[in-house]
């Protein structure tokens, strides 16, 4: 297997876990995570209902960098959710590591007003 595919397999592998513990309810749904080499894209989940509560994008964000684009994301759909009288979720990050532009998001969706 080539390297970019072992990292793929890693991070499934991680994901795989992490949602084998967590799952959203309509109470606290799940804030879920996904990175690609472009953009961020997050959404707020009910498990239960199978339904997208609210969503956000990297794509039309200001910032220079992507870890600039992925805290404004996470600013807004803090607001959305609040909006939508959500205001605890459960973080799932998608399998990738807790660092760079995935903190970035975390922290400023707290800063929001999310609590997780």
Do not use: W
């Amino acid at each position: 297997m080539s390297k970019l595919n072992e990292k793929t397999r890693k991070r499934v592998k991680r994901h795989k876990k992490i949602r084998a513990r967590v799952s959203g309810t309509k109470e606290t749904p799940r804030l879920s995570l996904y990175k690609s080499n472009k953009r961020i894209y997050a959404q707020v989940i009910d498990d239960d209902g199978r339904t997208t509560i609210v969503s956000a994008l990297t794509d039309t964000k200001k910032g220079k960098t992507m870890t600039q684009k992925a805290s404004e994301a996470g600013k807004e759909i803090a607001k959305k959710a609040i909006e939508k009288k959500i205001k605890e979720v459960v973080f799932d990050r998608g399998g990738f590591l807790y660092a760079g532009k995935i903190k970035a998001f975390a922290d400023s969706a707290r800063e929001g007003g999310l609590k997780f």
